[in-house]
């Protein structure tokens, strides 16, 4: 008796995907993963001759045709909750949805602590505060807590949303001596399955010294400015290096104004708890050009 029941279950779960399946047109992806304001083109394609088939959409939409292979397309997809398919006039209409996943990775990541400023008190607890501004859909959402490369928390959200929102997570902390507040960081990442970018994208509230140039030459004159300044979080220590330095220096600008600068090769180091990168700056005498 229960065996019966078990198979009469397995059955209509067969049935049931069955009749899903019977509108006989394939997508192809079957479900789009688009960044907002992006593009996307989505193939149906009919697997019987047929009398008509077309695409429903606010945005891309094709109107009914004979042929068996037709592309929803989209150049700058700004619609939230489209909601395309694809439809066919076979032995009677059938039609199969597209589910379309809108991404926006978020415009900032922000690490703060609650009502607090200045320097923490070892063995005192502080609040850390997460921002995430203006990201979507929060559904795949993942916001995750660091201590150098240690994970320590991690949230998602089960509200569900296709417009953007803010989230906001937190994390009580007890700094000890080995501490030093800067090591924290937030991370959020979109999770947008197989069908999404690879790897996931992620924003850090922390990011790792870059040089826009990994060169400058400049002609030798009274003025020279060695500008090493970078931005990065935790803010970089600097350290610079050349067979005319003699003396170890830990500005990020060096002038030539307090510094001997004689022409040839400076390289200075920009250095934080997550990489470093190095900038070579060329003096050239004036002669030479
Ligand atoms: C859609 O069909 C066109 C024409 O056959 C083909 O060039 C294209 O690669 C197809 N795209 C996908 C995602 O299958
Ligand atoms: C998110 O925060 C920004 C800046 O504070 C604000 O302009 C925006 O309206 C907020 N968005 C939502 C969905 O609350
Ligand atoms: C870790 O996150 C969960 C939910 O996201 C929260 O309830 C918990 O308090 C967090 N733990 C710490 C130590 O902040
Ligand atoms: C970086 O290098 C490019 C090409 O060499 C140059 O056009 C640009 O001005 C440089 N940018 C800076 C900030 O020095
Ligand atoms: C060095 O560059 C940074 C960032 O580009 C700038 O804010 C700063 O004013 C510059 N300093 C000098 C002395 O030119
Ligand atoms: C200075 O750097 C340039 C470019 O990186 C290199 O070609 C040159 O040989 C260096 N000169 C010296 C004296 O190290």
Redesign the pocket.
């Known amino acids: 008796m229960v065996f019966y029941n078990i198979q009469k279950l397995f059955l209509s779960v067969l049935h049931a995907v069955g009749t899903q399946a019977e509108c006989p047109v394939q997508l192809n992806p079957q479900r789009a993963v688009v960044r907002y304001s992006g593009s996307v083109a989505v193939n149906c394609s009919a697997s019987v001759p047929h009398k008509g088939m077309g695409w429903e959409a606010s945005e891309g939409a094709v109107t009914m045709t004979r042929d068996s292979l037709i592309t929803w397309r989209v150049s700058n997809l700004i619609e939230w909750d489209i909601q395309p398919f694809c439809y066919i006039n076979h032995e009677k209409q059938c039609q199969v949805e597209l589910p379309v996943t809108i991404y926006k990775t978020p415009d900032s990541v922000s690490i703060s602590i609650v009502d607090h400023s200045g320097p923490m008190i070892e063995g005192k607890q502080y609040e850390l505060r997460c921002d995430v501004h203006n990201v979507a859909p929060v559904q795949d959402l993942t916001v995750k ?1 660091y201590k150098g490369q240690t994970l ?5 959200f089960i509200e569900n949303s296709k417009t953007p929102v803010n989230e906001t ?5 007890r700094p000890d001596r080995a501490d030093d507040g800067a090591q924290y960081r937030c991370e959020a990442e979109l999770e947008l399955g197989a069908e999404g970018p690879q790897p996931p994208p992620k924003e850090t509230s922390g990011h790792k010294p870059k040089h826009f140039n990994s060169t400058e030459t400049i002609i030798k004159n009274d003025e020279v400015t060695l500008n090493c300044t970078v931005k990065a979080n935790p803010a970089p220590t600097y350290t610079w290096h050349s067979e005319h330095l003699k003396e170890e220096i830990s500005f990020s600008v060096l002038q030539a104004s307090t510094v001997l600068l004689s022409p040839g090769n400076y390289t200075c180091t920009a250095t934080n708890s997550l990489g470093s990168d190095s900038k070579v700056f060329i003096i050239k005498s004036e002669q030479t050009g």
Do not use: A, F, R
């Open positions: 807590w320590l928390n991690q949230t998602t997570t937190t994390l009580l902390i």
